[in-house]
């Protein structure tokens, strides 16, 4: 009896020894839908559905997949590129911007670096109507 109370409490013991610990939940950090505009000269981006539109005043339109998204400490960096054409957006997130143009003020700061286009400079994500100026 000593012998199946000793081996019953090894067998527990290695096997408890065995368990893996739950593994925490991975937070999976998404840009979404996200437009992006500048000025002199203009031009749009709009991402969402794993696609990226760039349009210009140069004439220089594409459409590319998403080739990667990556949250940074400071906002977001996306990618594409294809055989004819490229794009790098730098999002730098809480950062008002202005565009210049308008009224509005935008949540974050861009940088665009875009084939034939070179690098432009922007406003994107959520925007308010600009206020009058100080009282």
Do not use: H
């Amino acid at each position: 009896m000593k012998n199946i109370l000793l081996l019953s409490s090894l067998a527990t013991l290695a096997l408890t020894g065995c368990a893996e610990e739950a593994a925490e939940p991975v937070v999976v950090d998404k840009l979404g839908d996200y437009e992006a505009t500048g000025t002199e000269p203009g031009w749009t981006v709009a991402i969402g559905d794993e696609k990226i539109a760039f349009t210009s005043q140069n004439g220089k339109d594409f459409t590319l997949a998403v080739d990667r998204a990556k949250k940074t400490d400071s906002g977001w960096e996306v990618r594409g590129f294809s055989d004819t054409d490229n794009i790098n957006i730098y999002i730098t997130s809480d950062t008002e911007c202005s565009d210049g143009m308008s009224d509005k003020v935008y949540a974050d700061t861009v940088k665009v670096q875009a084939s034939e286009s070179g690098t432009l400079d922007g406003c994107g994500g959520s925007f308010s109507e600009g206020s009058d100026g100080p009282a």
